[in-house]
């Protein structure tokens, strides 16, 4: 395991936590796996939310109204999430642009949240923590991470399960073009759990994974 971190500052004690890092595909069931870590007893920090959360920040929203006008609020005032996918999502050299731009602004206000996050829980003791994040390498999230877990699910089953979110199928390519590819996830993960079968065959991987971990951690369902 990795020596303790020091993500945001100093902690004001040692931890021995462990951060587990899950990626794959889009609709691959990083969800599903990161749900049952937390089954087991892992604290879980989702980086979409926080990315959810990140653009309702009065300097964020600011910033993409003037670059993209009042197209991008909702009725509410809010920024419409479908409005900016549709500018940052796509095969066009514009498209890339925007969504560097957009990246260059959220990702070190969700990173630092994310510091946060795992410094207040490193000081409470919390043995894992899984954080879930589909830009883990391209944001360099990783870096908190002591372990990755790559889920691998087919193509064909994720493509369907993006469908049944409401997503064509060029929204699905467009977005999966945004990220590293899953070869290179792939290759730099230190574990890989197959989740195209049940989830019940996805369970016993986890539990196969969570056992590989330092031996202090809880026994497996144990309350943390």
């Known amino acids: 395991m990795a020596p303790a971190r020091r993500v945001s500052g100093p902690l004001t004690r040692a931890s ?23 089954q087991l007893g892992a604290e879980v920090v989702e980086a979409d939310r926080l990315g959810h959360a990140v653009l309702e920040e ?16 909702d009725g509410q005032g809010r920024i419409d999430r479908k409005a900016v996918a549709r500018r940052v999502f796509g095969s066009t050299p514009r498209a890339a642009g925007e969504l560097a731009f957009l990246e260059r602004l959220t990702h070190p206000r969700i990173g630092l949240r994310l510091c946060r996050i795992v410094n207040e829980w490193a000081s409470r003791n919390v043995p894992v ?9 391209e944001a360099g999230w ?30 699905f390519a467009a977005r999966e073009a945004a ?19 049940s989830p019940q065959d996805t369970f016993v991987q986890v539990q196969e994974f969570w056992r590989s971990l330092p031996q202090d951690l809880p026994p497996l369902g144990a309350p943390v």
């Open 16 to 38: 021995q936590m462990v951060v587990i890092g899950i990626v794959g595909g889009i609709a691959s069931g990083k969800t599903l796996v990161t749900g049952q870590f937390r």
């Open 179 to 197: 990220q590293e590819s899953l070869d290179e996830k792939r290759k730099r993960a230190d574990w890989v759990i197959d989740n195209s079968g």
């Open 142 to 171: 990783d870096e908190f991470c002591d372990k990755i877990v790559f889920v691998e699910t087919p193509r064909t089953v994720r493509q369907q399960r993006a469908r049944q979110r409401g997503w064509t199928d060029d929204e």
């Open 58 to 73: 009065p300097e964020v929203r600011q910033a993409l109204v003037e670059r993209w006008g009042d197209e991008v609020l």
């Open 129 to 137: 923590v899984v954080l879930d994040a589909p830009v883990l390498f």
